[in-house]
């Protein structure tokens, strides 16, 4: 089993910036897709970000240009714990949230492919 643990959330005024970073617990196999998501309580959980090992970069509309993913899924034997980054900048009311982050790969070569997600990170944005 693997273990997605974020960090950096908190309480920042409007227009301020915040890191958040989601380290794994062990190492992959291979990985597909490493990505960001946001609930806010009542609502469904959205996509924020998703960066494809494979090149492409996706965003949600509402934060193109103020957000920014960033992954480290280098693969070496299965040793090297993959890490995700979202940097935010610019940042509203509306971005608060519960932020998670999710990694959908192969933890072995004998296990099926899933999607592994943390427990979250609360940032409020608020004056």
């Known amino acids: 089993q693997v273990q997605l643990v974020e960090s950096g959330g908190g309480l920042v005024q409007p227009g301020g910036s915040l890191r958040l970073s989601c380290a794994a617990s062990?190492?992959?196999?291979?990985?597909?897709?490493m990505a960001w998501y946001r609930e806010v309580p009542g609502k469904q959980r959205e996509f924020v970000a998703i960066?494809?090992?494979?090149?492409?970069?996706?965003?949600?509309?509402?934060?193109k240009g103020r957000f920014t993913i960033s992954g480290d899924s280098a693969i070496s034997g299965g040793n090297t714990k993959p890490t995700v980054d979202l940097h935010m900048n610019s940042l509203k009311p509306e971005d608060t949230a519960v932020y998670y982050c999710?990694?959908?790969?192969?933890?072995?070569?004998?296990?099926?492919?899933?999607?592994?997600w943390g427990k979250g990170t609360l940032v409020t944005v608020s004056s």
């Open positions: 999710q990694i959908d790969g192969w933890i072995t070569e004998s296990t099926p492919r899933a999607k592994y």
């Open positions: 062990r190492g992959f196999f291979s990985i597909s897709t």
């Open positions: 960066l494809d090992t494979l090149g492409p970069i996706n965003y949600t509309e509402s934060v």
